[in-house]
C-alpha cells in the first residue's frame, strides 16, 4: 500500500493558540462557588461561619499582638491609664516570670541541674520516638532505668555526689509538670503491661485482682484519687512516716494512670493472631519468653498511637495536682497573678493565654505525632 | 497400632508444671496483697487513734458547721441539717450539672461533628479549629478562664448587662424571672405533660398509619398544637395561675428571680464545651464508618439529603458512636468533680473537701465519694451494654 504524500486539506499545520481554563469550571472562582455558596442554605452557612471568624480573630490579634505590650519592668507598662491607650496582652509579664514558670522556686544556681535533666529526658523521648533510631531497646532501657535514677540524683541533690540538696517543695512550674508526667508514663507503662497480662491470664485470682484494679481505678475521678494519696498515703504507712508532699500525687497519677495504658495493651494482645501465640507455643518458649520475645514486641508496636494518645490525656490531667497544692505550671501562674508588681486587669489573661500555648504546642505536637504512626502502621495494610 | 492416649502425666519436675506454678503465683499474689491490706489497715487504725479521729458513719447524722450557696433541698447550719444533708446537696448538684452537660455536650458536639463534615470549606475547617484548639488544652485551664477571666470580669450588679427583659447577667451571676406557682398551676404542668405525651402518641398512630395506608398526617403542626397549644388554653382558661417574679436591683445586688452562680455557669459551660469537642470526633468516625453505598442507595430511592441523612445515615452511624459516646458522658460526670477548683459544691467540692476538713474522717468520706463515682459508671455501662446487645446488628 502506497502511502498519500498529498497535503490532506482540513489539518492545521500550527496548533492554535491554547485558551485559559473555563473559569466557571475550574479556578478559585469555581472552587469558592462549589464550595461555599453551592446553595442557599450553604450560602446562609459560609456567612454565619465568616460572622463567627470576624467576631473572633481580629479581637484576638489586636489583643495578643497590636495592643500588647513586650517590653517592661512592671505593671506600669501595662496599664491603659499609663501607656495612654488600649492594653492587650501584657506579654512583658510573661517575659518577667517566664524562669519562674519553668523552674519554680528552685536555687538560681543550681538551676544548670534542671537544665541538664530536660536535654537529658528530651534525648530519651527522641530515641523512643523515632522508629528508625538505631538500638531502641537500648533507648527504652536508658528512658525507663537510667534516667530516672540520674534525673532523681540530680534535681534532688545528694551529698553522696557533692550535689546540694534541694526540696521538692522548692520545684516548681513546667519542671514540675514534667516530673509529673513523665513519672506517670514510665511507672504506668510497665504497670499497665503487667496488668493487661493479668486481665488476659488464664489464672482466675490474677485475673479477678487485675480487673478489679482496672475498673475502680477507671471509674472514679482522678481528682478522688488525689485526694485518696494526698490524705490517706499518710495513714496506711506505719507511724511517723510522712512521704514527700510530690511523691504523694505522683503516686496517685502513677496508679491511675496505669489502669488507662492497661486497657490500651490489652486493645494491643488482643490484635495479635492467635497463631502468634501458638507458634511461639510450639517453640517451646514458657509465657514470660512468648511475651517478651514474640507478643509483646508486635503488641506494643500496634498500640504506640493509642499510648501517646493516654499520655496526652496524662499530660492534661497533670494540671489537676495544682488542686492538692503542688506548684505545677497552672499554680505557678495562679500564683504571679496576686504579685502586686503585675496587676493588671489583662495579667490573668495573659498568663493564662501563655499556659494555654504550652498546653497546645506540646498536646497537637504529639496528636500529629500519633497520627503520623498510625498512617505508617497502617501502609502495610494497604492496596 | 498401640493406643495413643496418654495415661500418665509427663515426667516433669514439679517446679516446671503449669499448673502448679500457676496456683503457685496465685498463692504469692493474694499473700502480698493480703499483707499489703493488713499493714495499711493496722497503720491507719493506729494513725487515726493517735490523731483521735473517729471512725465509721456516725458523722453522716451530725449537723453540719456550714452554708453552701447552690442547693436543690433544704439546706442551712442553723436548719440543723447533717454532713448526710451535705452529701445529698452535693451528690444532687454534680448530677444536675452533668445531666444538663450531657445534653448541651452532646447537641454541640453533634452540630460541629456534621459540620466537619460538611462540603462548606470553611464550615469545616472552623469546626476542625474548634476541636483541635478544645482538645489540646487542660480542662482545668479552660475552666479557670471561663471562671475567672471571662465570668468575674462582667460588669457588677449595678452596671448589669440586659440580656432580655428581665434577664441580667453580671460578676454574681445570671439572674432571670422566677415563675410562682399559685393555685391551679398543678393543672397547667399537668397539660404539658398531657401535651407532650399526647403528641408521641400521635406520631406513633401517624407513623403506622403511613406505613400501612401510605397516608401522611401534618404530625409538626398537630405536635405543636399539643405541646404549646394546650397548655397555654388550659392557663388561661385557669385564670393564669402562674405569675413571673422579676430580679430588681436593690442596694447592691439583685432581688427576686432566680440567680445562676457563675460557678454553675462556668462549670456547665467548660464541660459541655469540652466534652463536646470528642463528641465531635466520634460523630465524624461514626458517620464515616457509613458505607458510601447507603448514601447513593438512599438517593437513588429518591431521598433528598436531610432525610437521607436522618432515615439511613444516622440510625446506622449511631451503632458506631452509641459506645464510645457513652464514655464521654462517664467522663464529663467524672470531669465534672473539678468543680473543686473554681468552687461550685459539687459532690467532691461539699463531701470531699468540706465535710472531710471538718469532720477529718479521709476514709470514710473518700470512700463514700469513691462509691458514688463507681455506682454512677457501673450503671451506666450496664445499660449501655443492654443497648447495644438490642442495636447490634443481628447476623445469620
Not at chain 1, 511461639?280 to 520475645?293: I, K, Q, V
Not at chain 2, 494513725?47 to 458513719?57: D, K, P, T, W, Y
Not at chain 2, 444536675?96 to 445534653?103: D, Y
Amino acid at each position: 500500500m502506497a502511502i498519500t504524500t498529498e497535503p490532506v486539506a482540513y489539518v492545521r499545520g500550527t496548533p492554535i493558540a491554547e485558551q485559559p481554563p473555563p473559569l466557571m469550571a475550574r479556578g478559585w472562582v469555581a472552587w469558592v462557588r462549589e464550595n461555599l455558596f453551592s446553595s442557599v442554605g450553604n450560602t446562609i452557612l459560609t456567612l454565619i461561619a465568616l460572622y463567627i471568624i470576624y467576631l473572633v480573630v481580629p479581637p484576638a490579634i489586636r489583643f495578643f499582638f497590636l495592643d500588647a505590650v513586650w517590653t517592661g519592668s512592671d505593671r506600669e507598662a501595662c496599664l491603659a491609664a499609663s501607656v495612654g491607650r488600649e492594653v492587650g496582652a501584657c506579654w512583658a509579664y510573661v517575659d518577667a516570670k517566664f524562669s519562674y514558670f519553668v523552674y519554680g522556686s528552685y536555687p538560681w544556681d543550681e538551676r544548670w541541674r534542671v537544665d541538664i535533666v530536660f536535654v537529658l529526658g528530651a534525648i530519651g523521648i527522641a530515641w523512643l520516638l523515632w522508629l528508625d533510631a538505631p538500638k531502641r531497646n537500648l533507648g527504652a532501657l536508658y528512658f525507663f532505668v537510667i534516667f530516672p535514677v540520674v534525673a532523681f540524683i540530680l534535681l534532688r541533690g545528694s551529698t553522696a555526689v557533692g550535689l546540694e540538696r534541694v526540696d521538692t517543695s522548692l520545684w516548681g512550674g513546667i519542671l514540675v509538670t514534667l516530673v509529673v508526667s513523665i513519672v506517670g508514663i514510665v511507672v504506668s507503662l510497665p504497670l499497665g503491661v503487667l496488668l493487661a497480662l493479668g486481665r488476659r491470664s488464664r489464672l482466675p485470682l490474677v485475673r479477678l485482682a487485675s480487673v478489679i484494679f482496672i475498673e475502680v481505678v477507671r471509674g472514679v475521678p482522678l481528682i478522688t484519687v488525689l485526694f485518696m494519696a494526698n490524705t490517706m498515703l499518710p495513714l496506711f504507712l506505719p507511724g511517723n512516716m510522712s512521704p514527700d508532699r510530690l511523691l504523694r500525687p505522683l503516686v496517685g497519677v502513677a496508679l491511675f494512670a496505669s489502669a488507662y495504658m492497661a486497657e490500651v495493651v490489652r486493645g494491643g494482645l488482643q490484635a495479635i493472631p492467635k497463631g502468634q501465640y501458638e507458634g511461639a507455643m510450639s517453640l517451646g518458649l514458657g509465657y514470660w519468653r512468648m511475651m517478651r520475645l514474640i507478643i509483646l514486641p508486635q503488641a506494643l508496636r500496634i498500640v504506640i498511637p493509642g499510648i501517646v494518645n493516654t499520655f496526652i490525656g496524662l499530660f492534661k490531667d497533670t494540671t489537676l495536682v495544682s488542686i492538692v497544692g503542688i506548684f505545677d505550671l497552672i499554680k505557678t501562674v495562679e500564683v504571679t497573678l496576686v504579685d502586686p508588681t503585675w496587676a493588671t486587669p489583662v495579667t490573668r489573661l495573659t498568663g493564662y493565654a501563655f499556659a494555654g500555648l504550652f498546653y497546645f504546642i506540646c498536646c497537637y505536637g504529639m496528636s500529629r505525632y500519633s497520627l503520623a504512626v498510625e498512617r505508617r502502621l497502617a501502609a502495610g495494610q494497604k492496596r | 497400632m498401640t493406643d495413643v492416649t496418654q495415661s500418665t502425666s509427663p515426667r516433669t519436675s514439679l517446679i516446671n508444671d503449669p499448673r502448679v506454678r500457676g496456683i503457685a503465683y496465685q498463692v504469692i499474689l493474694v499473700a502480698i496483697l493480703a499483707l499489703l491490706i493488713y499493714e495499711a489497715t493496722t497503720n491507719a487504725i493506729e494513725n487515726l487513734r493517735r490523731a483521735r479521729i473517729a471512725s465509721g458513719f456516725d458523722f453522716l447524722s451530725t449537723t453540719a458547721g456550714f452554708d453552701v450557696n447552690q442547693t436543690l433541698i433544704p439546706f442551712s447550719s442553723s436548719g440543723g441539717s447533717t454532713y448526710g444533708d451535705a452529701f445529698i446537696v452535693g451528690l444532687l448538684n454534680t448530677l444536675l450539672v452533668a445531666a444538663i452537660g450531657i445534653v448541651l455536650a452532646t447537641i454541640l458536639g453533634f452540630i460541629v461533628g456534621v459540620a466537619r463534615l460538611s462540603s462548606n470549606w470553611i464550615v469545616a475547617k472552623l469546626a476542625k479549629v474548634y476541636v483541635e484548639a478544645i482538645r489540646n488544652v487542660p480542662l482545668l485551664l479552660q475552666l479557670f478562664i471561663w471562671y475567672n477571666a471571662v465570668l468575674k470580669a462582667l460588669p457588677n450588679p449595678r452596671q448589669s448587662y440586659e440580656v432580655g427583659s428581665g434577664i441580667f447577667l453580671n460578676n454574681r451571676g445570671l439572674f432571670a424571672p422566677q415563675p410562682l406557682l399559685e393555685p391551679g398551676a398543678g393543672l397547667v404542668i399537668g397539660a404539658a405533660v398531657a401535651g407532650i405525651v399526647g403528641a408521641f402518641i400521635f406520631r406513633r398512630w401517624a407513623r403506622r398509619r403511613q406505613e400501612m395506608t401510605g397516608q401522611q398526617a401534618p404530625v409538626g403542626t398537630v405536635a405543636l398544637a399539643l405541646i404549646v397549644g394546650l397548655p397555654l388554653l388550659v392557663f388561661l382558661l385557669a385564670g393564669r395561675p402562674i405569675a413571673l417574679s422579676y430580679p430588681e436591683l436593690r442596694g447592691f445586688n439583685f432581688a427576686g428571680g432566680v440567680q445562676i452562680f457563675p460557678e454553675f455557669v462556668a462549670l456547665l459551660v467548660g464541660l459541655s464545651t469540652y466534652t463536646a469537642a470528642f463528641i465531635a470526633e466520634i460523630v465524624r468516625a461514626g458517620i464515616l464508618a457509613v458505607s458510601r453505598g447507603q448514601t447513593e442507595a438512599a438517593h437513588a430511592l429518591g431521598l433528598r439529603e436531610g432525610p437521607t441523612l436522618r432515615l439511613v445515615v444516622i440510625p446506622q452511624a449511631m451503632r458506631v458512636i452509641v459506645p464510645p459516646l457513652t464514655s464521654q458522658y462517664l467522663n464529663l460526670t467524672k470531669n465534672s468533680s473539678l468543680a473543686v477548683a473554681i468552687g461550685y459544691p459539687d459532690l467532691a467540692q461539699v463531701f470531699m473537701g468540706t465535710v472531710l476538713n471538718q469532720t477529718g474522717q479521709a476514709v470514710e468520706v473518700i470512700a463514700i465519694t469513691m462509691a458514688v463515682y463507681l455506682a454512677i459508671s457501673l450503671i451506666t455501662s450496664l445499660v449501655m451494654n443492654i443497648y447495644n446487645r438490642r442495636a447490634a446488628i443481628v447476623e445469620r
